[in-house]
């Protein structure tokens, strides 16, 4: 298999790797029914990218098998982030095998995260939709998935594109996450019922940005959030379904 590294990972403070240890924990409790889970947002830079990579480190270091498959094929920013380096100087990804210019184990990458694997973009491409409505979008999913405990997708923004809902008919439950004040409540709803459409589930939000103040005061500990970093897990409105 393909190896990578992850040279550069934001360290998180306590209450950071808090609120992240508190939201995959809340993943793990969702049952086998979840396993294909994809992590989207209303607008961009929304930190969905930096919530999908957190996922990814700190699951595998509760002992899962988890995959992170780039599925941002216009925008995606993991690579740069990041700091991925690839021990191969071909960097092989979904774009392609989409395109059927390769096989799975062409694009799977093992990387320094014990039990951590990732599916990097490959090339960015405009014609994204007609890739992702490709059967083999699920074929690779279903491939991978008896071989891990989780696979995350990291999907572009719900409110920009379509991308993400033809991802989402793909998966079993979704994140969403959101911008505190910033991104209005109705916004969040609507994408939570066109998420729910597809016949994917939406299982929570998680919300960036919160003052310290804000997090630190009675009333908002009082509805159910998380404190954390800049990110912060709560239940959307109604529960999960079923």
Known sequence: MKTLS???FP???YAGTEAINTLCTNLTFTGAKYKKIMVTSVMSSEGKTFLSMQILRTLSELGKRVVLVDADLRRSTIDATFRLQYQDKEKLGISHYLAKKCE????????????????????????????????????LLDQI???????????PPVGMIVDALEIAKSCDGALLAATYNVVRRKDLLDARH????????????????????????????????????????????????G
Do not use: H, W
Not at 109 to 135: E, K, M, W
Not at 145 to 155: E, G, K
Not at 216 to 239: A, L, P, T
């Open 194 to 241: 066109q998420i729910e459409k597809t016949g994917c589930d939406v299982l929570g939000v998680a919300i960036n940005n919160v003052p310290l103040k804000v997090y630190n005061s009675k009333n908002y500990q009082g509805r159910g959030y998380y404190k954390g970093y800049y990110s912060q897990y709560v239940k959307s409105e109604g529960g999960n379904k």
């Open 145 to 155: 998935s008896p071989n891990v405990d989780y696979i995350i997708v990291d999907a």
């Open 11 to 13: 360290e998180l403070g």
């Open 6 to 8: 992850i040279r550069k």
């Open 104 to 139: 799975l184990e062409d694009v799977v990458y093992t990387t320094d995260l014990r039990r951590a694997f990732y599916v990097p973009v490959g090339y960015a491409v405009n014609n994204s939709l007609a890739l992702l409505n490709s059967p083999r979008f699920s074929m």
